[in-house]
Structures are given as C-alpha cells and as structure tokens.
C-alpha cells in the first residue's frame, strides 16, 4: 500500500523504521510537527521522525494545522491508501481524515477503551495496572474512539518508569502496527468498535499534577516518581526550593500499599 506516516517524537520512530523495512508497503510521505526551539540557545530543531525522513530521502510534510489547504492538496496530491498514525500531537480534522482510501489508523499505547487520550502510559503507572498494551484504531473525530484492528499485550513491571514501558511499547506496537496495514492490504482485518464499559481518559501531566504529597502512602509516591519519569519529573520543595524526585528503582515491600 502507499502510506503517509503522521509522527513526530522518539517513540514514533521503531513504527516509521518497520514499515519502511516492509516489502508491502511503500512509505511515500511523512507528516511531522514544525520544529521547534530545544536547548538552551532555543534552537530551531526538527522533531525525530523529521530526521529519519530526511535520512532515509523521504518527503516531510510540516504543517502549522492538519486542516491548512496547502497541506490537504499536498495530501491528496499523494494518494495513500492508508495513513499510520503513532504520537503525531496534532487532531486530525474531517477533511484530511476523508483523504486517504482507508483513512487514518492509530498506534495508542493503551488497551482501548482505557485511558484514551494524551498520557497513557503515565496514567496506567499512575493506576497501579500490572497490565497494559497497545491498540491499533481507526481514527474518528472523537478522541481514541474508533474501532480497534489489533492489539498486544504488555506486563507492566514494578520498577517500570513511564520511559521505560513507553519504550517496550514503541517496539512491540511497531510490529502490531506492520500487521495491520499487512491485513488491511489483503482484506483480512476488520475493525471492532470498542465497548462502552471501560472507557477512561488520560490527559497530560502537568507540573502541578507530579507535586508529591508526602501524606499519602508509600505506593502512591512510587508510583507517582516511575510515571512523571522522564517527563515532566516528580518534585517536591525543602527549604524554599524546588526538588525533582526520582524513582529508588526497587519494588516496594509487601505492605507499604495502602
């Protein structure tokens, strides 16, 4: 098939790597955020998956909004029969989500319908699940609501940070991504709506979402240090200044849960 692969951060890349290395499919474009300022001389810097594109001599579609006419002519100027989609960060409007044969499809780090939206992972941390996923979706105007093609397993381990059970998923979801446009190629998968018992949201942790509160259980604290890690960084202040905490990186003993 010919594809336009919409991402933009790190963990977007092993989904773009596979299926460039997939004899079935042909990656004619890619879609990726502007760049944006990094470092301390705020910089003007291309997102990761601009970089690989570069790299490996494919075309980068960088649109301020989904929904500019340059942007959506470009798009329908390409033809893809699919467009994968892993952490592009932008809402996808109508007009460009009607463009491409078998329109846009998902990778979302989260067994759907849990935690649709923005964090995913740091709220399944956040939850305590020892279970998680991937989910490959159709994209529908709704947030993460469309019907699901696949999805993959993932054991979530004690001492996992969000960095770390983000970066198995990457990896996992790529393959799981490469299965899908393989079955929609040949017509072998079909997507299953998602049911309307379980539905939980993830939005982004802000700053003020990681402060700890050093009243609450031991586990609580745990938990909240392994998913603002890396980002945003739980912390805490003493003596008037700000503090960032990391996870000890061992599980707790049995009985420090609430």
């Known amino acids: 098939m010919r594809l336009v692969f919409a991402g933009t951060p790190a963990v977007a890349l092993p989904s773009l790597r596979a299926l460039l290395e997939s004899p079935q499919h042909d990656v004619v474009a890619v879609v990726t955020r502007p760049d944006r300022p990094a470092g301390r001389g705020r910089k003007l810097t291309p997102p990761p998956v601009h970089v690989l594109a570069e790299e490996t001599g494919i075309p980068v579609l960088s649109p301020a909004r989904p929904r500019d006419p340059e942007f959506l002519a470009a798009l329908t100027e390409l033809a893809p029969d699919c467009c994968p989609v892993v952490a592009y960060g932008a809402l996808l409007p109508p007009e460009a989500l009607a463009i491409p044969r078998l329109g846009w499809v998902n990778l979302h780090f989260s067994l759907l319908p849990a935690f649709r939206g923005a964090a995913p ?131 707790l003993p049995a009985g420090a849960g609430p």
């Open 121 to 251: 992972v740091q709220r399944t941390l956040l939850a305590g699940d020892d279970l998680t996923g991937a989910s490959v979706f159709q994209i529908e105007p709704a947030m993460d609501s469309g019907p699901v093609y696949g999805v993959v397993t993932e054991r979530v381990r004690p001492t996992d940070t969000s960095g770390d059970l983000l970066e198995r998923l990457a990896q996992s979801g790529s393959r799981l991504l490469v299965a899908v446009m393989d079955g929609l190629a040949d017509g072998s998968v079909q997507g299953v709506a998602q049911p309307a018992d379980g539905v939980s949201f993830a939005p982004k942790l802000s700053v003020d979402d990681v402060l700890i509160d050093w009243s609450l259980p031991a586990v609580a604290v745990d938990r909240l240090a392994r998913a603002a890690t890396p980002a945003p960084g739980a912390w805490t202040e003493f003596r008037g200044r700000r503090l960032k905490i990391g996870p000890v990186g061992t599980e």
